[in-house]
């Protein structure tokens, strides 16, 4: 078999509401050794076929918008180089575990609604700074959290997690993540709501840990980290519970 040096193979998910069969359209592309699988997308986009449809933004590996399912694995194509498969083919689909709407791009509204669902926002207790005066926070406070905080909701972790492909209900990996980021920052007063959500049936010990989620993690979360950690919280909150009913002193 005669190898062209000078391009690649993009074999290309497409998917037209409707459809009732999956299908690829394959592309050839330019092979440039510090080009990534986004900039083949761009190529074939501006070049070969408008009519491709994907989500991008950054292209710095911040947006997380443009995670994909590349030769079976969940990555963000601004950050695979089409050096790491030269000169075979690269097959993209759209993220697994969550239904297509066009082509690569997937319906985020479950995983919004399950990010909302534990409340990634500071909620205020009783002990609040005075007026026009910030917060203080110590070094160690912030390194408690700091790493949940990283996540960039790129889904990945959802992609890779074999319980989220069997439990759609299940809370997920990035979710239960920056609900510990919440819940580990001192100026936050909210633990006890999320708890509500992290305890159910379709929360943490939903989680198998197979660990998976943190693999493919681009900003090194450690999600089944942050998962270990709520599970140990929420066991200790139920025993707590036992002991101590709500409306007792």
């Not at 330019?30 to 491709?52: F, H, M, Q, R, T």
Request: net charge negative.
């Amino acid at each position: 078999m005669t190898v062209d040096t000078d391009r690649i193979p993009l074999k290309i998910s497409r998917y037209t509401e409707g459809q009732t069969t999956d299908g690829y359209d394959e592309y050839m592309v330019p092979y440039n050794e510090d080009w990534v699988v986004l900039d083949a997308l761009n190529y074939i986009k501006d070049y070969v076929d408008g009519s491709l449809a994907y989500r991008w933004s950054c292209r710095m590996g911040v947006c997380g918008s443009c995670g994909m399912m590349i030769n079976g694995k969940p990555k963000l194509t601004c950050s695979a180089f089409l050096s790491e498969y030269y000169p075979d083919p690269i097959v993209v689909e759209p993220l697994a575990n969550f239904r297509v709407e066009r082509d690569l791009i997937v319906d985020m509204d479950d995983f919004i609604h399950k990010l909302d669902s534990v409340k990634p926002w500071l909620i205020e207790g009783d002990s609040v700074p005075p007026a026009n005066r910030e917060y203080k926070q110590t070094p160690a406070q912030l390194a408690k959290y700091k790493q949940y905080s990283m996540c960039i909701n790129c889904t990945l972790c959802y992609s890779a997690c074999p319980v989220a492909s069997n439990e759609p209900e299940f809370v997920g990996p990035a979710a239960i993540a920056l609900a510990q980021r919440y819940n580990l920052d001192s100026r936050d007063s909210g633990k006890e709501q999320r708890l509500d959500v992290l305890m159910a049936n379709e929360g943490v010990w939903d989680c198998t840990f197979v660990g998976e989620c943190s693999n493919v993690c681009p900003k090194g979360v450690d999600p089944a980290a942050a998962i270990q950690q709520a599970k140990l919280e929420s066991a200790l909150a139920y025993a707590k519970s036992l002991i101590m009913p709500k409306g007792n002193k």
